[in-house]
């Protein structure tokens, strides 16, 4: 695993333990600059179309994806419903003309950045 690896699993809102977080010096000491994680995703986003890439907006569940739609960058969030988590309840589509902005908003929105990322520093 990278370090670049890592902080992506860590910005699709996975988890890494800690041996291994410290293994590739990211310690709850490192702080992190929110705009060389937005250049980060930006580049996914670019690359493969889509940030997480494991999150589908058109199967049920709750989270946040961005994703690119030709020349535009979308910003989906959805969110099911308590009693049948196989219908979505609520879904909502912000487009933007830069992926920087998509990926901004997913940042603030699904990860709450800046502020902690799995407990380590973002500004």
């Keep these: 695993m990278t370090r670049k690896s890592a902080l992506l699993i860590l910005l699709a809102g996975g988890h890494i333990d800690v041996p291994t977080r410290e293994s590739l010096c990211i310690n709850r000491d490192t702080v992190l600059k929110l705009h060389d994680l937005v250049k980060l995703v930006v580049g996914e986003v670019k690359a493969n179309g889509k940030f997480?890439?494991?999150?589908?907006?058109?199967?049920?569940?709750?989270?946040?994806?961005?994703?690119?739609?030709?020349w535009r960058y979308s910003c989906i969030s959805q969110r099911t419903r308590a009693d049948n988590p196989t219908v979505v309840a609520e879904q909502c589509e912000k487009s933007y003309f830069l992926c920087s902005s998509a990926v901004k908003d997913y940042l603030r929105w699904n990860l709450n950045l800046p502020g902690r990322l799995d407990g380590i520093k973002v500004v």
């Design 52 to 70: 997480p890439l494991e999150y589908d907006a058109n199967i049920p569940q709750d989270g946040m994806c961005v994703v690119r739609r030709g």
